[in-house]
């Protein structure tokens, strides 16, 4: 059989049940089409309304949809500069491929397992839990959150006053969320002199109340926690976990010397140094300050999974969001498939592999995983 032409007919029909989808300002956005070789094929292309795109869907049966994150004049001309750009939603894009978590090295680069979605959606969480909502101020409502299809999610603000921000005031909001340039000293004001060193406390706002909390956090969790996330020392591990509620306290009252430590505003800075970086290798670059950035369409089938790129209601839906049970869009029928070497996994609650160059007859859903991940080959379908 010719398994892109079956996939594009299960694409369509998707579209074609579905109906309608509803964007903001539809037509002031440029709209770019992908092939199953290419995210973006097709772009500089316009969408009068809903109807439209949904007819232009069915048609094509795209694998990939995207959208500008910018709004233009006229989004359909060419070169950029003739759009008439006329302000951008501002949107972090958060990828498991990133984050350099520890199972990546374990599986392929392209795979994501139970870790990997577990780890990307902690750090959306935190992201607009520690800092969109308390930092920025935006509130649930103005903040739209979906899954990309694949490896992460995207966070995107809805609100008036985002839409003109410069570039560089894109890169100054990645800046701070990243912990670049934190500044040691006014987060520390003793630390250059004599006698008790005081610091943030945990109650504080901004990037002291967030190290504040971190750190007794990961105390709070032992040693090995303190070693493995933060790079203390293994005896100073002990020594700080052994005496946790003296220094916990201590923190609570901005007394960050309740325990000896030897050249203690060095350590100090250190560890905040490594607090703001795991923290910046993860968040860092993923504000789109690219204006003509293209990014997939909410609600839209990912062509590397088969998988929607579902808007989630809210943050408390997110905290326990499982893109492999919510995220399903094909589930009837089953597939015969030629499967390559293929970890176990799960998915619509059900253990799938592993798979070692065998012939196997699966769910279409997981059937279509694999294949669109260029995992196996379809022999052929049963409704
Ligand atoms: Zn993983």
Redesign the pocket.
Known sequence: MDQYKFVSGMIRSYYKSKGKLEVNRINEREFGFGTFDKKIAHRHMKVEDSNQLNEMLVKEAPPYVSCSAAYYKYPDARPMERKVWEGSELIFDLD?TDMH?K??P??ARD???G??FDKVREEAVKLVDDFLMPDFGFSDKEISINFSGNRGYHVRIERDDVLMLSSDARKEMSDYISGNNIDFVSMFPTSQKRGVLRGPKMEDPGWGGKIARNFVDTLNRGPDALAEELGVEKSIAKKLYKNRTLISMGIGNGNWDMVYIKNKAEFWKDMIGRQAISQSDKIDKNVTTDPSHLIRLQNTLHGSTGLVARKIKDVSELADFDPMLKCVAFKKGELKMKVGKVPKFEILGEQVGPFDDEQATLPVYAGLYIFLKGLGQIISYNE
């Open positions: 498991a978590l199972c990546t374990e599986h795979w994501v397992c870790n990997c």
